[in-house]
């Protein structure tokens, strides 16, 4: 990755997620990586930074979460919008090369088992806490978040900074049929000073 | 409420949360009202729908949604960000007259038990599913979505047109210390038809 990929206090963590983005979802196990968009996920704690994502029971990405017990929760940017809707539409049962095909390249990091998916915003690396009751009634999963990045060009010093940046790295936020709106300009409340 | 306040089918009620807004959550027990403002509310099925919101346990709204198993998840406008960081910054224990003292203006549709917050985007009207664990250990709470309204101005034939109207009706998303972004501008996959 470039200079901008730069690490995310965990405290600060929360923050990735808290305006509400629509998410890749990307996994590996024995061998086999794949990469899903998820609307569905939310933090759920501080910290430790905990988040919820919702994985169906037909997506291939949910089994190998399932096996290895880790995912990665990226933000993908406007630029990345086709990309998005391509892995959210496609299944790699279908089409075993849906991410070539929807021009997905991953990276590793040291240390982590999950693959990152290149040109993101954000990336949170999660273990998955075990709750199989969540998991089979709700297809909600529960996850840890153990290390985070952002891209310094739009977060830094624990918050975002779209409005200063390039238009095609904003968030994209999902509404339904390949309708995204992409996140917009800052509001302010006068007298509250960042933290 | 005016002529804008109009149902939202049920099947399209997910839509109201996909993009990630910051929501107001109303409860009412024992004749007592609040309103809080919750970063972590996220749609967690279609049909019939359902949603997930973290309700911290010092939260004064969470033991009115306990006592009465009914909540409203509603969607603050740019015009209510001084509202809802006041109701998410101040506890109705410390302050009786937080409604007032924040502008919350409530009323309630027959039927339906929690009463809602004048002036939002969208409001979804949810009966608790009793998840004790959850509750207990995550401070996340399940809901079904019974009823859903939205304001047509800004919502209408299940999509939202948030550029078609007044910037102050845009939906906000909260990231830290008095800092929210507004929803921005569409993208639009090529080649994909609404639905």
Redo the contacts between chains.
Sequence with gaps: MNTYFQPVALNKAY?LL?????VLVSASHAGVDNVMAA???????FDPP?L?V?LDKSAHTRQLVEGSGWLVIQLPT?AQ??LT?QVGTQSLADQPDKLAHSGVQLFRVEGYPAPLVSDCSAWLMCRVIEEP??QTT???F?AEVVAAWADTRVFQA???H?EQADPAL?S????????????????????????
Tied chains: 1, 2.
């Design positions: 923050r808290n305006h509400g983005p629509t609307a569905w996920a939310c933090a759920l704690d905990k919820t919702v406007v919008a086709r809707h009751h969540n709700y297809d909600l529960i624990g918050h975002w779209f904003r994209l936020h999902y509404v339904a049929g390949g309708h995204f709106y992409a996140i917009g300009e800052p509001v302010v409340i006068d007298g509250q000073a960042k933290e």
